[in-house]
């Protein structure tokens, strides 16, 4: 075996990991889990406050996860100003938790492209109508802004906003957790090594 082979499976092993247990997420069922892909993204503002929200995965690999939103948005500004994020999974009726963290970086606009065109329309009007995270000036105003791009897309095909786009999560450290008996927690941790992943068996 050489040794890139074993440097790739290296890398490659947590993401399998965690693919394979967001699939084992999926098979539980909309009735106890309705949405596997959702976790809580932790952003940091410029006074250090954190923030955290609920999101979507859209897709993950060996070079991280992925989500898309509004650039314009506080998550976006603080992403953008701030890269270092956290994430956390919880698949309750797995018993099981994975907690990501590192540094946030921008999906290629091929990347954005593709995504967006596979989104629903109205989701891609909402995505032009919504000025996300700003004050609204009365309360009929985001369906105005939504009639106003329905009105100016008609003919044709809905483009991506240049504000809209998404951020992939590049982890250095991705924590495993599994629920035990007596709080007799499993923790096993992966920190990035070089090409690879050092792993540790944490107390509870």
């Known amino acids: 075996m050489s040794s890139t082979t074993v440097e790739l499976r290296a890398l490659r092993e947590p993401f399998d990991r965690f693919v394979e247990l967001l699939g084992v997420a999926r098979e539980v069922g909309p009735e106890r889990l309705p949405e ?81 065109a596979s989104r629903a329309r109205g989701s891609q009007l909402g995505a032009w109508a919504s000025q996300q995270s700003r004050p609204m000036d009365h309360p009929g105003a985001l369906d105005e802004r939504y009639h106003e791009f329905e009105d100016r897309f008609a003919n044709g095909a809905v483009p991506r906003p240049p504000h809209w786009s998404g951020f992939r999560i590049v982890p250095h450290r991705i924590e495993f957790w599994h629920q035990g008996a007596s709080r007799l927690h499993d923790r096993l941790v992966y920190t990035r090594d070089g090409d690879g992943w050092r792993t540790e068996v944490l107390f509870p």
């Not at 929200?53 to 991280?64: H, M, N, P, T």
């Not at 698949?91 to 907690?99: A, D, S, T």
Request: glycine share 8%.
């Open 36 to 116: 596997p892909t959702a976790f809580a993204l932790g952003t940091v503002g410029p006074n250090g406050q954190p923030s955290v929200r609920i999101l979507l995965l859209k897709a993950v690999d060996v070079r991280g996860f992925a989500f898309y939103t509004n650039y314009e948005s506080r998550k976006g500004g603080e992403l953008l100003a701030h890269p270092q994020a956290a994430m956390c999974f919880h698949w309750q009726p797995l018993e099981r938790q994975v907690r990501v963290e590192g540094l946030a970086e921008r999906v290629s606009d091929e990347e954005a492209d593709a995504y967006f």
